[in-house]
């Protein structure tokens, strides 16, 4: 089974940047070929999609909030992929644990329940 790590989070204040880092290693369902994603949980919220990026890192999407302001970028290698956020701009309903998840196959999918890897997630809190 993949292990998912995060790392990065703090605080920082509004308007500022932050970039936070996850690295997958292992297979999943039998396979090195998967998508991987940031979700993220606000206090008192459903987790929600953030940014995902396929396998190859040439194809990402974003969910409507973090457009212009978030970029996804990925780095594959043998048996292990490593994903970046970084978060430009960010505003205090950024505030949440952000989550990097991975999922066997090549769709980035928007619902968490896609995903079979979960990292341990990572606090992010932004003072306005």
């Known amino acids: 089974q993949a292990q998912v790590v995060e790392s990065g989070g703090g605080l920082v204040q509004a308007g500022s940047s932050l970039r936070l880092s996850c690295t997958a290693s292992?297979?999943?369902?039998?396979?090195?070929?998967?998508?991987m994603a940031w979700f993220r949980q606000a206090p008192g919220k459903e987790r929600a999609f953030v940014a995902g990026?396929?396998?190859?890192?040439?194809?990402?999407?974003?969910a409507e909030p973090v457009q212009g302001r978030f970029s996804i970028s990925r780095q594959s290698a043998e048996n292990t992929g490593t994903i970046f956020l970084q978060m430009n701009s960010l505003k205090s309903e950024d505030t949440a644990i952000y989550y990097c998840?991975?999922?066997?196959?090549?769709?980035?999918?928007?619902?968490?329940?896609?995903?079979?890897?979960w990292g341990q997630g990572t606090r992010v809190t932004v003072s306005s």
């Open positions: 998840a991975a999922k066997p196959g090549l769709k980035i999918e928007y619902n968490t329940g896609a995903y079979a890897q």
């Open positions: 292992g297979r999943i369902s039998n396979s090195y070929f998967y998508t």
């Open positions: 990026v396929d396998y190859s890192g040439r194809r990402v999407e974003y």
